[in-house]
């Protein structure tokens, strides 16, 4: 077990631009979280997986952003035509499916800044 | 809609002082409540969770209890230590267990 895993863990990018950061989850977690963090902010809920399936997107995430989990292990995150308001830390998380305690696991985070 | 609530915002105390960060939540229909440590720039360390059938749980020096039908969990800390130093946050979770978080508790323990 070698805990959720997040690539790149800083990403720096200009306006206009597209990025994409990936999340590995713990291993046989079949559920997969996408929070966003700004500062001083507690996290708030983008999307979640269960296997590969999208099963739930916030109002927060735009047409501008897509996550995608192919095959329920990794998930993508990409941000089109990025703007400065994107700019905070994203954080991944990921449960087991069956675990009564649903414990969510979170990942060192990525965190963008749009200039 | 569910909302968190955490208070103080901000907490100063020295090393060896016992402290309490309180939480709070507006909808009780929750699956489990968690704590979290939260360092500068990284991301988060889950501290303690309780199921909703539960009232509290105990890990070293800390303690952390739920009262749901008021809507209220409190995080205990024993014998703060400078390493306490950190952002806690509380986040409750529901039927879809996204969680959702308080804005946070800024602790500083001095030496």
């Known amino acids: 077990d070698t805990g959720v895993s997040q690539d790149p863990r800083h990403k720096i990018t200009k306006r206009g631009q597209n990025v994409t950061f990936r999340c590995d989850p713990i291993?046989?977690?079949?559920?997969l979280y996408w929070y966003r963090q700004t500062l001083g902010q507690g996290p708030e809920f983008l999307t979640y997986?269960?296997?590969?399936?999208?099963?739930?997107k916030s109002r927060l995430l735009s047409d501008r952003f897509s996550a995608e989990r192919p095959k329920g292990s990794f998930s993508t995150l990409e941000i089109q035509r990025t703007e400065q308001g994107d700019s905070a830390m994203y954080l991944c998380?990921?449960?087991?499916?069956?675990?009564?305690?649903?414990?969510?696991?979170f990942g060192p985070g990525t965190r963008l800044t749009v200039t | 809609k569910q909302e968190v609530t955490q208070i103080p915002a901000a907490l100063s105390v020295p090393e060896g002082e016992n402290l309490v960060l309180n939480c709070s939540f507006t909808?009780?229909?929750?699956?489990?409540l968690q704590w979290f440590r939260q360092d500068p720039g990284k991301g988060l360390t889950s501290l303690l969770l309780?199921?909703?059938?539960?009232r509290e749980q105990t890990s070293g020096r800390l303690n952390a209890s739920l009262d749901k039908s008021s809507g209220r969990s409190t995080l205990y800390i024993a014998a703060s230590q400078p390493g306490d130093s950190a952002t806690y946050l509380c986040?409750?979770?529901?039927?879809?267990?996204?969680?959702?978080f308080g804005t946070g508790t800024l602790l500083a323990v001095q030496p």
């Open positions: 309780i199921q909703s059938s539960q």
């Open positions: 909808d009780s229909a929750i699956y489990n």
């Open positions: 986040a409750v979770g529901g039927a879809t267990n996204k969680l959702i």
């Open positions: 997986f269960q296997n590969e399936a999208q099963l739930e």
């Open positions: 291993s046989e977690h079949n559920r």
């Open positions: 998380a990921s449960s087991r499916l069956g675990d009564r305690s649903y414990e969510q696991y």
